[in-house]
Nanobody
Framework: VQLQASGGGLVQAGGSLRLSCVAS????????MGWFRQAPGKEREFVAG???????SYSDSVKGRFIISRDFAKNTVSLQMGRLNPEDTAVYYC???????????????????WGQGTQVTVSS
């Protein structure tokens, strides 16, 4: 099983980034996918999730700025991040959870697989 995240980098406040995560080694179609982040000295937190059927969920801190999507043909989940601010600086991880979870459940399920993370740094 592999979740390969990419797309992180350094961006100025107000800018945008697009993260991607390519999944392999499991049946992508029957897994919910999530993005999490962990800032220095803080606990890992849920950012966004998308169910097997396309239902989405966002944390309040990113709602209206980030968009999660998935491409079943490419086994990829993406996170389009806009209006970035320094509080978005963190290592971002993608994760997968098997099952027909509803979108509102995605922040709290115990994910099965995790990627290695990609660093996002937003300068002020």
């Amino acid at each position: 099983v592999q979740l390969q995240a990419s797309g992180g980098g350094l961006v100025q406040a107000g800018g945008s980034l697009r993260l991607s995560c390519v999944a392999s080694g499991f049946t992508f179609d029957d897994h919910a996918m999530g993005w999490f982040r962990q800032a220095p000295g803080k606990e890992r937190e849920f950012v966004a999730g998308i169910s097997w059927s396309g239902g989405v969920s966002y944390s309040d801190s990113v709602k209206g700025r980030f968009i999660i999507s998935r491409d079943f043909a490419k086994n990829t989940v993406s996170l389009q991040m806009g209006r970035l601010n320094p509080e978005d600086t963190a290592v971002y991880y993608c994760a997968a959870k098997q099952g027909t979870w509803r979108s509102y459940e995605l922040p709290n399920v115990d994910y099965d697989y995790w990627g290695q993370g990609t660093q996002v740094t937003v300068s002020s």
